[in-house]
């Protein structure tokens, strides 16, 4: 009997977790669709170097502003609400980036998807991590970074299944595609309930007694209760406020948060991600089709990877693929640094090295960077200051996002200067080669594992409470 009650309540936590994961499909797809659009926006309204790097860093702007205001607005409103009215943006950002009639109000449009998309990297984990039951929370949580991938993938795909060479217009139909997913986010919200930890802090203790029953091992529910309430009380008493999170028992949460994400995104995924039919194209295939198939596959290996990282970071634990994925990381980037430097005399060869090196960059980082990120920032912080250390994390990591995407051309044109794109009608044009910005990103992947050695915390198995208790007792994360 009790069995049976454990496998409905594992159910329910599932559909739960599936339904708040589509706002990471729709994160996924809102910042994987400007790849394939790129090369025909470039074309459509012959955009520069830069500013093709401003529209696809609009979104990260916008996401950066969603992120500094989720912390809080979350906190007031409670998850649910700021879950649905993330889904009405989603919606909105992608009629309006579709039908834009310029390049600078499409710019503008996905400032405000990227604002939906910055609360959504947020809330969306805070909600799973703080409904599911902590013998699975780890896999749960990175049910969030699952479904980024396969947004990236449906992205791709879409890209492909739209673009039409004749047609430089054929971005359009790739943006209005996420109104999709927005809606069935919305819809699916409706029926989920709030979580337990929210209610609680909110003095509704017996509605989240209820939901906390649905959902936990039973033998945990009181207890679970009874710390959620504790933690509520001591807050109470101590009248902390959100400067807690800066105090130096928390210090190293907050280095823990930021730092993993300065990690994620300075080893130059998005470079993949946002760029990848662009460096094809560089690399030597012609044509924008051809290149945004081949992008594909860089989707296809991301989803397999972060599948095979949900097996393995309850089970190796986040140590252990922290430096495996780093390692892997540092080589093909080095690798792909060199084989772009030796362009010229590798000749056509280079186009399917360059998909080999990232396939394995892109696998390295699915199994380790890109769901640690995320989980790590979910599990370091003490209730009453989760949702503004999580929001610190997520904001640094679409800061730094910003960055690498508005520097990536840049540096590119800097370290190692022009290469040749091959135009559709066998033209030459000069653009920059990448090979100098992958040796920056390994050089970096290095430093991070430097780091990790020291600050990389071993948080498979604790409960989020352990943790707290560890900060409190001033110890280091890598003794956790
Ligand atoms: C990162 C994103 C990235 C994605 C790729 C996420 O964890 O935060 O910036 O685009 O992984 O799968």
Do not use: C
Not at 351 to 380: C, M, Q, R
């Amino acid at each position: 009997m009790a069995k049976q009650a454990v496998k409905q309540n594992m159910r329910l936590v599932i559909v739960i977790a599936a339904v708040a994961s589509t706002g990471g499909l729709l994160f996924g797809f809102d910042t994987g669709v400007i790849s394939g659009a790129l090369p025909f926006l470039k074309a459509s309204w012959n955009l520069s170097s830069g500013q093709q790097e401003w529209i696809t860093t609009a979104a990260l702007v916008g996401a950066v502003l969603g992120a500094l205001s989720s912390g809080r607005i979350t906190d007031i409103f409670g998850r649910k609400k700021v879950i649905l009215v993330t889904a009405v943006i989603f919606a909105i950002g992608s009629v309006l980036t579709g039908a834009s009639p310029t390049p600078t109000f499409l710019a503008i449009s996905r400032i405000v998807l990227g604002i939906a998309i910055g609360i959504s990297s947020f809330t969306v984990p805070l909600y799973i991590s703080e409904i599911s039951p902590t013998k699975i929370r780890g896999a749960l949580v990175s049910s969030f970074q699952l479904m980024i991938t396969i947004g990236i993938l449906v992205s791709y795909f879409s890209d492909l299944a739209f673009a039409d060479e004749a047609n430089p217009f054929s971005w359009r139909w790739m943006f209005y595609v996420g109104v999709f997913p927005a809606i069935i986010l919305f819809v699916g919200m409706l029926f989920l309930p709030e979580t337990p930890r929210f209610l609680i802090g909110k003095g509704k203790v017996e509605k989240g007694r209820k939901i906390l029953s649905m959902v936990e091992d039973p033998a945990l529910v009181e207890v679970a209760v009874a710390k959620i309430q504790e933690d509520i009380r001591k807050d109470k008493l101590a009248a902390t406020d959100w400067t807690e999170i800066f105090k130096p028992w928390l210090r190293k949460a907050l280095i823990i948060a930021i730092g993993i994400m300065f990690v994620q995104q300075f080893v130059g995924i998005n470079t993949i991600i946002y760029y990848a039919p662009t460096v094809f194209i560089i690399a030597g295939f012609v044509g924008a089709k051809a290149a945004i198939a081949a992008t594909v596959s860089v989707g296809v290996v991301n989803v397999l990877s972060t599948i095979l990282s949900m097996f393995l970071i309850d089970k190796l634990g986040r140590r252990k693929l922290y430096f495996i994925g780093l390692t892997g990381m540092a080589v093909a980037l080095t690798a792909l640094g060199t084989f772009f430097l030796l362009k010229d005399s590798l000749g056509p060869a280079l186009k399917y090295i360059t998909v080999g090196s990232i396939l394995v960059y892109v696998f390295f980082f699915a199994i380790s960077l890109g769901p640690l990120g995320w989980l790590i920032i979910s599990e370091i912080f003490p209730l009453k200051v989760r949702g503004l250390g999580m929001s610190i994390g997520s904001l640094s990591n679409w800061l730094f996002n910003a960055i690498v995407t508005f520097t990536f051309l840049k540096l590119a044109w800097a370290f190692t200067g022009p290469g040749m794109e091959i135009l559709n009608e066998g033209a030459l044009k000069p653009d920059p080669n990448p090979a100098g910005a992958f040796f920056v990103y390994a050089a970096i992947a290095v430093i991070g594992i430097i780091w990790g050695i020291k600050y990389i915390p071993e948080t498979k198995g604790k409960t989020l409470e352990q943790i707290e208790e560890h900060w409190r007792a001033g110890k280091m994360p890598r003794e956790l």
